[in-house]
């Protein structure tokens, strides 16, 4: 018997713990201390199990993390086995060691021609506060230290430390810090069902992408450094932009000589069913920042991934980088991340990804979804989908409360055993790669009660 289950104490008894001594996120305090957190004990596979033995299956794998799924003996090995070698040692002091190596090696055999270095962090908070110094750096290096500027987007989000929460678009976020930082602005989002209007999809794809080059102009092109985005919108409510967004987006960041920088923290490693999400959306970044997926949420680890380009001028160029981390590059984590992709790659879960449990899931929402009262939309491909509520499906007219009603829902799908997760007025999934057939039915199954219930609330059926 382990000293946890020797220890375990009543679910009141943790909830009493954690209102006396935790902040949790994204939450008002005082609100959750009044009912108490839901208590998660063990998880395996697809599934969680919480202190009362409710058994819940997770349609958000972990914080879209645990892409492997949970209770993954191997990646407890891999780590045990690094433990017992070499717990901790820094790359400070011109040192490294085996671990971060072979994981370098991995990575930049599953990523892209044109990427040559790597800085690791450990999480996509910290690899998008360390993209802001080294966008600079690079600048600096090719002599045009004027180059400061950098575009994001409204409702974007790329984490929660100062720099990070400037890159994102959050509004209630830069309420509570004075941000964002100097040097950071932002442009609209390609989000199509609430702001399209009367466009086509594929119109309001470039009218978005416009808005960079507008932008660009406005602020001179000699100023901007970078456009920072996620290939889709995660935490902003999975937003997948038109087919024309991208390609657009692209053109004119070479034309205007502006870095083209892709938050992959959720993106990455076979969300999609291609390794990294960019490629599903057909183009090149010169940095892709990277976490969650890449140790399957077992061990906290980041990275920010360079082009040759920007690699290559900070080694050459750059001198000293006055940049370090205590924990990057972690030989524990790297161990772990190494087993992780061994079995991403080795077990074909990415594959079955993009040509089987992908496609399946897709349709199988669609299937069901497509003529519901209170579904104006259904976003998505591989293993992350969105569904749109809406008040009105004719006019794409959201409700005033949409926030609520989802939340409402979200609430519902506890209550139906399965977790989804409501941003704005969408309920977004993103279950763990190695679901099954079976379990993608009792996702769609469960989610859809929880929808009905919430229609059913709101007098639509």
Not at 76 to 84: K, Y
Not at 151 to 171: D, E, F, K, P, W
Request: proline residues 4%; glycine residues 12%.
């Amino acid at each position: 018997m382990t000293t946890a289950q020797k220890d375990k104490r009543s679910t009141r008894d943790y909830q009493q713990l954690d209102a006396a001594h935790h902040i949790n996120a994204f939450l008002d305090q005082k609100t959750l201390n009044l009912d108490g957190p839901r208590v998660m004990a063990r998880g395996q596979g697809v599934y969680l199990w919480d202190n009362d033995g409710n058994q819940y299956l997770d349609g958000m794998s972990g914080l879209w993390c645990t892409n492997i799924g949970y209770g993954r003996q191997d990646l407890v090995a891999a780590a045990t086995r690094q433990l017992e070698q070499l717990s901790y040692y820094n790359t400070f002091f011109h040192t490294t060691h085996p671990a971060v190596n072979a994981l370098s090696e991995r990575l930049f055999s599953l990523l892209p021609a044109g990427y040559s270095h790597v800085i690791y962090t450990n999480s996509g908070s910290e690899a998008n506060e360390v993209l802001i110094r080294t966008v600079r750096r690079y600048w600096d290096l090719m002599g045009q230290p004027n180059k400061k500027i950098f575009i994001g987007r409204h409702n974007g989000y790329h984490g929660s430390t100062v720099g990070s929460a400037s890159l994102g678009g959050m509004q209630f976020m830069h309420e509570m810090g004075d941000l964002p930082i100097p040097n950071v602005v932002h442009i609209g989002e390609p989000y199509w069902y609430a702001h399209g209007g009367q466009l086509s999809p594929e119109e309001f794809g470039r009218r978005c992408a416009q808005e960079l080059e507008d932008k660009i102009l406005a602020l001179g092109a000699e100023k901007v450094a970078a456009f920072v985005a996620e290939p889709f919108q995660g935490a902003g409510g999975m937003i997948f932009p038109p087919q024309s967004y991208w390609p657009e987006i692209q053109r004119i960041c070479r034309q205007y000589d502006v870095l083209l920088c892709a938050d992959e923290v959720i993106g990455g490693f076979g969300r999609t069913g291609e390794w990294f999400a960019h490629e599903h959306f057909g183009f090149q970044p010169d940095t892709i920042s990277i976490a969650k997926g890449l140790t399957s949420g077992y061990i906290p680890m980041g990275g920010l991934v360079l082009s040759r380009r920007l690699g290559e001028a900070l080694v050459e160029h750059g001198g000293v980088f006055a940049h370090g981390l205590t924990y990057a590059g972690h030989p524990v984590a790297a161990a772990v991340a190494l087993a992780n992709l061994d079995a991403l790659q080795g077990e074909g879960i990415v594959s079955r990804v993009k040509t089987d449990t992908g496609p399946y899931l897709q349709a199988c929402l669609r299937e069901v979804f497509d003529r519901h009262p209170l579904v104006g939309e259904i976003q998505g491909t591989g293993l992350v989908a969105a569904l749109q509520f809406c008040q009105d499906k004719a006019t794409r007219r959201r409700f005033a409360n949409e926030s609520d009603i989802t939340w409402r829902c979200h609430r519902l799908g506890f209550e139906e055993g399965v977790i989804i997760r409501s941003t704005l007025g969408r309920m977004i999934m993103a279950p763990a790669l190695v679901i099954s057939h079976g379990e993608i039915d009792e996702l769609i199954a469960k989610t859809k009660r929880a929808v009905d219930r919430t229609a059913q609330e709101l007098g639509l059926v």
